[in-house]
């Protein structure tokens, strides 16, 4: 037997174990109901009003989020790509810190940070602004999940930009192309892959996300997270809820071929 074959032994144990045997009992409950029938009832559940409506709320606040990360962390990448080593990597450790703290302890700083009289507020009325009452809301859930979800965009998008030649950039600049020309013109086509990567990373734990929008919108907030999560726990309507989870992944695995696709035409225009 081939060695290499042994030594992925253990991988492709875990992954039979904790995640194609889950989904195919996922698919089990889904496809099936208390009376032993099998039926798609839940499954199409999904497009029931008040569960279309928190999937529609979810695509927003997810696409909300994964803008705003890459608007914050395109030119932070930009901006680490000019420093210097030292500086460079002090400022890739403040990015990446917040990923060894604990997500619960995260969220709920945030918590105390939004609340009425939170640290936001003390600091707006430090400064003469009106208090603002983002506690409980969608803006604080957004919030959270950019908080959350900025280091999957920063570090794919870092790592292309990071790919690109110097002597490129200074052709161009060479043959008289402004920051701009520069930027639009090879820094946005040649980072793609790394965009399109963070993308993916942020847009499809923000999508399925129920923890953030539990505790930053006080339970009046429902995404399908959780809706999901709700039949799950409180319900115990496992069919349900498998059901919709069901439905929810096939949606994403749609966004993600999309997604890939894109990235592999990108890959081909570079290779040519």
């Not at 995640?19 to 109901?33: D, R």
């Not at 020309?181 to 399109?196: K, Y």
Request: one cysteine or more; hydrophobic letters at 60%.
């Amino acid at each position: 037997m081939n060695k290499r074959a042994l030594l992925a032994g253990p991988y492709i144990i875990w992954i039979a174990g904790f995640t194609i045997v889950p989904i195919f009992i996922l698919i089990w409950y889904a496809l099936g109901n208390d009376r032993g029938v099998m039926t798609a009832e839940n499954v199409l559940a999904i497009f029931d009003w008040l569960h279309l409506k928190s999937l529609w709320l979810s695509l927003e606040l997810s696409v909300i989020a994964t803008l705003a990360c890459f608007l914050l962390a395109y030119p932070l990448a930009i901006c680490l790509r000019r420093l210097q080593v030292g500086r460079k990597a002090m400022l890739l450790l403040i990015v990446i810190l917040p990923m060894w703290m604990n997500f619960v302890l995260r969220i709920m700083a945030w918590q105390i940070i939004l609340a009425k009289n939170g640290l936001l507020n003390h600091a707006l009325a430090f400064c003469g602004l009106p208090a603002q009452d983002w506690a409980n809301s969608v803006t604080a859930i957004v919030i959270g999940m950019v908080y959350d979800y900025l280091p999957f965009m920063v570090l794919p998008i870092y790592n292309s930009v990071m790919d690109i030649r110097q002597d490129i950039i200074e052709a161009a600049r060479d043959l008289g192309a402004g920051y701009r020309e520069v930027l639009l013109r090879i820094l946005l086509p040649l980072s793609l892959p790394g965009i399109i990567s963070g993308i993916t990373m942020v847009f499809v734990p923000a999508l399925t996300t129920f923890a953030i929008s539990d505790m930053l919108g006080g339970g009046k907030v429902m995404l399908i997270g959780n809706v999901i999560e709700q039949e799950f726990m409180q319900s115990m309507n496992w069919h349900l809820g498998s059901g919709l989870s069901l439905a929810l992944m096939a949606f994403v695995l749609v966004s993600m071929l999309f997604a890939f696709e894109a990235d592999v035409e990108q890959k081909g225009e570079k290779m040519l």
